[in-house]
């Protein structure tokens, strides 16, 4: 009796002590790394990979030839200055809205952060299509603007507000948790030290929240220049005009001009992997710095 | 700066603060004493002018404060958590108040300095002048906070909870050498605290704050040796309650009839700090102090420090009692032995003001009743 419990009792013991559920785990992650692994070669290395190949398939030459094509170039230069305007007018925005909601108390402040958020779940495409009910010939506005010679859709303004609308909520989105967490202590000790409101923004709220909001301006960034749905509803595809890149891309690629639309993409694509590294190298050096440096 | 408030009155979802009036001294050092929720933060933050009330004045020298532009109200206010700018360091913390003048009144910036230099020196920071608030212990982030808060040369200091987040040892340092500052520097004071001992080794004077309203404002021996209300009494120490009858002006209370001129007729309570409850072998030789008619039995014995608590069941309640060691001995007590209970200084309340308390508070409060839980075991 005794020598048997004797016996037992280490073999109890050894699931606790022993790897064994370590071990199973081991194949368990193996499968999950796996895994994960294979839908990242295969959802985004490949056809990253895909991108450039087919872009330079036909040769340096013609990859070069095809984006210094001066409809290239135009819509090149279009959707940098698309955005140029958007990124930091919503970066404004989005400083505004998020000091108003997490500093102020007032009414329908939940409405407003819903109302925020429209942009991310209404499909694109309506959002463009709205802005032709409201600016199209046939629109609310549309009669009066022609009669003011103001071109809004199928030109570059309509293709701004698009933008505009799309990624209005990144900047907001990124900075009211960050606000909402530090509060309104450093302010309120900033004011009562005689700081006025832009001092306290400036040397305070500012230094508070220049991470989050950097990342938020890089995101909203990523989607300006990235944008088709809306964009495509309101920029009538005049070429050399209102074809902004992801647009021209498409048309190049309806024309059978292959490695053409590739070489443009390949340009989107570095335009986007630069901002990418850009957001990595800015979190490497928010977390990875000075133990006394800020973390946000 | 001498500062009188009158009829103050706010209210958010509930009443905050009812008709608040008192009178703060130049040079004072004010303790604003009071569980959470009664208002008392409140009240400090309007003074600052980071709140507005509905109603009432403040005024600041005879002044309208509440009208007064912010800087010549010369307020300046340590947050309870200190809010310290975590990206500046400790000099530009304390510089803060200096460089966000305008051009006019803005010193040079040599004179910034030495200034801050001064400040921190003054808080026993001479050396850490380049060093983030992150790198600092709490006591240290406190001391930044009083010296950015002092370096804009305030009248009046405002202070939330100030060591409420520090350590207890920590805490009695920095108590003293604040007291101190004040001391120095001429300033008034007024800080919030829900720590009784703090307000009493503190303040000049305490103010009792309660659901609102002053409950009662005097100074430290005043108040703990006076206190007019139940909720007072009961907030600064711990309490025994007994049971007994006014009539005519007297109370019965044990063998003794006291007098208690102001109190009705009718059923009244007695209440006794745990160290005045004084423990006897027998009921000889008689003194002053008010026998309880028969014996008690000891419960409980637990020895802190120099001092013993002793939980006894008399008639059925529960009695604290706090002696010293050397009593222990002389009377021999252990648990389950027997004594005499004798009450030294009762204060003596009507029943109803008590009930009234009672009904009054809710049964979530830290800082309840305790004889009222007690006398329904």
Not at chain 1, 29 to 47: D, E, M, N, Y
Not at chain 2, 30 to 44: F, M
Not at chain 2, 134 to 161: C, F, H, T
Request: glycine share 8%; aromatic share 8%; with cysteine.
């Amino acid at each position: 009796m005794v020598d048997l419990a004797a016996r037992i009792e280490p073999r109890h013991a050894r699931p606790q002590a022993s790897p064994l559920p370590l071990r199973e785990s081991r194949w368990l992650r193996a499968v999950l790394i796996g895994t994960a692994l294979l839908f990242l070669l295969l959802f985004l290395i490949l056809p990253l990979a895909a991108v450039f190949t087919e872009a330079l398939r036909e040769g340096v030459r013609v990859y070069f030839a095809a984006i210094t094509d001066p409809e290239a170039v135009a819509a090149i230069r279009l959707t940098l200055v698309t955005a140029a305007v958007a990124v930091p007018l919503n970066m404004l925005f989005g400083i505004a809205a998020a000091w108003a909601v997490t500093k102020f108390e007032f009414g329908g402040k939940n409405f407003l952060i819903t109302l925020i958020d429209l942009p991310f779940s209404v499909s694109p495409v309506i959002g463009g299509m709205v802005f032709v009910l409201l600016f199209g010939l046939q629109g609310v506005f549309g009669p009066w603007l022609m009669a003011h010679d103001i071109k809004i859709i199928f030109a570059v303004p309509g293709i701004i507000i698009a933008t505009l609308f799309v990624t209005l909520p990144f900047v907001a989105r990124e900075l009211i948790p960050l606000m909402q967490q530090q509060g309104t202590a450093q302010e309120e000790a900033a004011w009562i030290l005689g700081a006025n409101g832009w001092q306290t923004f400036r040397r305070v709220t500012l230094p508070n929240i220049k991470w989050g909001l950097l990342y938020g301006v890089l995101l909203c960034n990523g989607r300006a220049i990235g944008e088709f749905g809306a964009v495509s509803v309101v920029s009538g595809h005049i070429g050399g005009l209102t074809n902004t890149m992801p647009l021209y891309v498409e048309v190049l690629y309806n024309d059978y001009a292959f490695a053409a639309s590739f070489a443009v993409a390949s340009l989107l694509t570095l335009m986007a992997l630069a901002t990418l590294a850009l957001k990595t190298v800015l979190e490497w050096s928010a977390g990875g710095g000075r133990p006394d440096a800020p973390i946000h | 700066m001498r500062i009188e408030i009158e009829n103050l009155t706010k209210t958010l979802t509930t009443v905050v603060l009812d008709r608040i009036n008192l009178e703060i001294r130049e040079h004072e050092f004010l303790g604003l004493l009071g569980p959470s929720g009664s208002g008392k933060t409140t009240l400090l933050r309007i003074l600052a002018g980071l709140d507005v009330p509905d109603s009432g004045t403040v005024r600041f020298d005879g002044q309208d404060a509440l009208s007064l532009p912010r800087e010549r109200r010369q307020v300046s206010f340590v947050f309870q958590h200190y809010a310290l700018f975590n990206h500046m360091t400790v000099f530009d913390n304390v510089a803060f108040g200096l460089k966000v003048r305008p051009r006019g009144r803005r010193p040079a910036s040599d004179e910034i300095a030495r200034r801050v230099e001064e400040l921190l020196e003054l808080v026993q920071l001479a050396g850490f002048a380049k060093r983030f608030p992150a790198q600092l212990s709490g006591g240290q982030r406190q001391r930044v906070a009083l010296a950015r808060a002092l370096a804009i040369e305030p009248k009046v200091l405002l202070l939330d909870e100030p060591f409420g987040a520090l350590d207890a040892k920590v805490r009695v340092e920095l108590r003293r050498w604040l007291r101190e500052i004040h001391d120095r520097t001429g300033l008034t004071t007024v800080f919030v605290t829900h720590d009784q001992e703090e307000a009493l080794d503190l303040g000049d004077r305490v103010a009792v704050m309660n659901r609102g309203r002053i409950e009662q404002i005097g100074t430290p021996p005043e108040i703990y040796e006076g206190p007019r209300t139940p909720f007072v009494f009961d907030f600064l120490g711990r309490t025994n309650a007994f049971a007994c009858e006014v009539k005519n002006g007297r109370a019965k209370l044990g063998d003794k009839n006291l007098d208690v001129p102001d109190l009705p007729d009718g059923q009244a309570i007695a209440c006794v700090r745990p160290h005045d409850i004084v423990l006897t072998a027998t009921a000889e030789p008689p003194s002053d102090d008010a026998l309880l008619p028969g014996d008690a039995v000891v419960r409980f014995l637990s020895v802190l420090g120099p001092t013993v608590s002793v939980e006894l069941l008399h008639e059925r309640e529960l009695i604290e009692a706090v002696i010293s060691r050397e009593q222990l001995k002389q009377l021999d007590l252990e648990v389950g032995s027997r004594c005499r209970i004798r009450l030294r200084l009762p204060t003596i309340f009507s029943k109803a003001e008590v009930d009234q308390e009672k009904g009054r508070s809710e049964p979530t409060k830290r800082h309840r009743l305790r004889w009222l839980r007690r006398r329904r075991k």
